[in-house]
């Protein structure tokens, strides 16, 4: 097989995203390797739809599937599936986007792979011209083959360091293995559908390569603690990762598991706490504190870290007064 034969569908699920939709798009159909763009406007209110119709090359390539309802980017990603006839599916968010020579670069590395990987180039939104970085960084020396517990491990965040878990890869897979496996996201999931769907699938066997940085840059938004994902986002991957223990698995990886599924019930924990300092106060936060004794010293750390990053923060100068 040519490495440039176009054998890679692109799916890209879209919630309200018509500023940023174009771009993706774009930089999907100009990839030699690309078979394929499949769009799911996710329940959008706003223009995206159009933004991703306008986006369409005269190729043939482009579908723009529409939803009236959002369901979340796993289900927006399952109906893409389902649509998908190309041998390698690879997933695009609609705020991202791929630098020239990505899927080439990947495709080159499948050979017996299941799952090849690139570690991402983060950029901060409003500020496309300053440098990327990579979001494995040094973390791990790539390229790399990924063990079920290896990437479970990674994706436990670590106070004061900058977030790299691998669940935010957005590899090429073989659609031949999820056939196989009938796999696919968990439409439960709105937060971590991607991190479930990898882990089951080393679980299940699947060759998952990373490799250095290809082209994939993921656009980064300035978030706080108090912007995070909900109570019931959080509830729904505990949930998931206790059905997993389903999965034959090892003692190490077991254990790996339960130690990611504790730091999801910190964060958990971190959400409710916040929620009922809001609508109760401190009695109601300390009650939190109470019933999570476990995730107590997360709490206060990273809520003490939050505190410290928004001071150092630099806040915009005040406006003059006008001169009488």
Known sequence: MSRTEPDVGVIIPAHNAELTIGRAISSALREPECSEVIVVVDGATDGTAAAARAGDDGSGRLKVIE??????PAQARNRA??????????PLDSDDYFLPGRLGRMRAETGYCD???DDLLRVIEGRPHCAAHAMIGERFRLPMCLSFETFVLANISR????RAELGFLKPLIRRGFLDTHALAYDPKLRLGEDFVL????????????????CGYVAVER??????SHGATELRALVSASRQMEALKLTPDERQALREHRAHVAAKLALREFLDAKRAAGLRGAAAVLARSP???AYIVSTIASDVIRRRATPRPPAPQAAAA
């Open 67 to 72: 939803l009236q309802e959002s369901g979340g």
């Open 81 to 90: 599936l389902a649509e998908s006839r190309a041998a390698w599916v690879c």
């Open 115 to 117: 799952f090849v990987g």
């Open 159 to 162: 106070p004061n360091l900058p």
């Open 198 to 213: 990898y882990a089951t699938a080393l679980a299940l066997g699947a060759k998952f390569k990373i490799l250095p940085p």
């Open 222 to 227: 300035a978030a706080s603690i108090s912007g």
């Open 294 to 296: 476990a995730a107590a």
